[in-house]
C-alpha cells in the first residue's frame, strides 16, 4: 500500500527567530493580525520596531474562537483597502491564525457573508483574490501555522465552519519559544494538551500514514515528558523550546490526517459548555484511546510506540491529565452519563469523527 505525505509549509524555528521576519517579507509590505493584549506585552512596539515602513497596519482585536459576528467587520475593513498589504503576518495563538487565514481569502465583492454563504451551504469557495500568510505562534499547541485549516465559529447558529483551501497553508511558520516565555499557566496547559491531543488524534485516523506516525510519536514523547516539567518552570527558555518543536511536530502529523474523535467531541464542548479548547479536546482522550484500543493491530502497534504498553494506557493518560490538573470524565464538567453517551454517538458522525479508527471498523461492521 503507497502513501502520501505533503506539506509545503517553510517553517524557522529558534530562539529568536522572530528577527527573521523583515527577510521573509522579500520587501513586501505587511499588517499584522494579533491579539489584544500583544500591545502591553511589548509585542506590537517590537514588531513595528522589526517592521519599519513595511507595517501596513496592525489589527490587534482578535477574540478567542473568532466568530462570524467579530469577523464580519475586520473581513470587510480589511477587502475594503487589499492594496495597502501583500502579506498577513498572524501573530498569536489558534485564534489569532485561524483569524489571519479567514481573512487571507478575498471574496470576489469583499463581503466577508459571501464566503460564510459558501460555508454554510458547503460549498466549494474559489477566492477571488489571496494574500500571503506568514504565522507566528505564541502558544505552543494550535498547530495552525503547519496546517491549511481555520476555525470559524457561528454561535448565533450553534455551528462552527472549518475553511480549509489549497490557498489557506501558511507559506512561513516562525517558531520562536522566546515569543512563548509570557504565557500564563492555563494557556500553557490549555496548549500543551491541545498538541497532545493532535498527534494521538492522528494516530488513531484512517488518514495515518507512516510520516504523520513519526511526527506524532515523537510529539507524545515530547509532551508527556516536558510539559510537567514547564508548568513547574514557565520561564525556562529551553523547555519552551522543547514544547514549541513538540506542538511544531503535532502540526505537522495531523496536518495531514486531521483530527478525530476527541476534537469531534471539543466542538459541542465549546459550544455548549464554553470549555476552552485545549481542555474540550483533551479531557476525553483516555475515554477515546480505550475506544480506539483493539481496533487495529497496525494501529495499536504505533499507540504502543507513543504511549508503553498498551495495557493500562488509558489509565496511564488519565493519571497524567490529573496530575496537571485536568479532570477526564464528562461528570467533571456537569455532563450526565446519557448525555455524554448521546454526545459520542453524535460526534461520531461528524466530518472529523468519521476519521475515528473506531467509526470506519464499526461500519465495516
Ligand atoms: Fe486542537
Redesign the pocket.
Same mark, same amino acid.
Given at each position: 500500500m503507497s502513501h502520501e505525505y505533503f506539506n509545503p509549509v517553510r517553517s524557522v524555528y529558534g530562539a529568536g527567530a522572530l528577527s527573521s521576519l523583515p527577510g521573509l517579507l522579500d520587501g513586501q509590505r505587511a499588517v499584522v493580525v494579533t491579539f489584544p493584549e500583544a500591545r502591553q506585552l511589548g509585542l506590537v512596539a517590537r514588531l513595528e520596531q522589526l517592521l519599519g515602513d513595511r507595517l501596513a497596519g496592525v489589527i490587534d482585536d482578535v477574540r478567542p474562537n473568532p466568530d462570524v459576528a467579530e469577523l464580519r467587520a475586520l473581513y470587510d475593513d480589511f477587502w475594503r483597502a487589499p492594496e495597502r498589504a501583500q502579506v498577513i503576518v498572524a501573530v498569536g495563538g %489558534?485564534s489569532a491564525i485561524d483569524t489571519a487565514k479567514a481573512l487571507m481569502v478575498g471574496t470576489a465583492s469583499g463581503r466577508f457573508d459571501e464566503l460564510v454563504e459558501s460555508l454554510a451551504a458547503g460549498r466549494p469557495f474559489e477566492p477571488a483574490r489571496c494574500k500571503r500568510l506568514i504565522a507566528v505562534p505564541t502558544t505552543a %499547541? /494550535?498547530?495552525s501555522e503547519v496546517t491549511p485549516w481555520a476555525t470559524v465559529w457561528d454561535r448565533a447558529a450553534q455551528k462552527k465552519y472549518s475553511l480549509h483551501l489549497p490557498q489557506t497553508w501558511p507559506d512561513v511558520a516562525v517558531i520562536d519559544p522566546e515569543l512563548m516565555l509570557s504565557l500564563p499557566a492555563a494557556v500553557t496547559l490549555q496548549s500543551g494538551l491541545?498538541a497532545l *491531543?493532535?498527534a494521538l488524534e492522528s494516530i488513531w485516523n484512517v488518514n495515518a500514514n507512516p510520516v504523520s506516525d513519526t511526527f506524532a510519536v515523537a510529539a507524545i514523547h515530547d509532551i508527556l515528558d516536558t510539559l510537567p516539567r514547564l508548568m513547574a518552570s514557565l520561564d525556562d527558555v529551553g523547555l519552551r523550546g522543547r514544547m514549541a518543536l513538540a506542538a511544531l511536530k503535532a502540526g505537522m502529523a495531523f496536518s495531514n490526517t486531521r /483530527?478525530a474523535l476527541a &476534537?469531534s467531541i *471539543?466542538y459541542e464542548m465549546t459550544l455548549r459548555y464554553g470549555l476552552p &479548547? %485545549?481542555i474540550a479536546?483533551s479531557f476525553p482522550l483516555p475515554m477515546v484511546l480505550q475506544r480506539a484500543l483493539g481496533r487495529s493491530a497496525e494501529r495499536d502497534a504505533v499507540l504502543a510506540r507513543a504511549l508503553g504498553p498498551l495495557d493500562g494506557a488509558a489509565q496511564r493518560l488519565a493519571a497524567f491529565m490529573e496530575r496537571l490538573g485536568v479532570k477526564t470524565r464528562f461528570a467533571d464538567y456537569g455532563v450526565t452519563d446519557e448525555q455524554a453517551e448521546k454526545m459520542v454517538a453524535y460526534a461520531l458522525t461528524g466530518a472529523r469523527g468519521r476519521n475515528f479508527i473506531g467509526t470506519a471498523m464499526r461500519e465495516a461492521a
Open positions: %489558534g %499547541g /494550535t498547530g491541545d *491531543s493532535h /483530527t &476534537h *471539543s &479548547h %485545549g479536546c
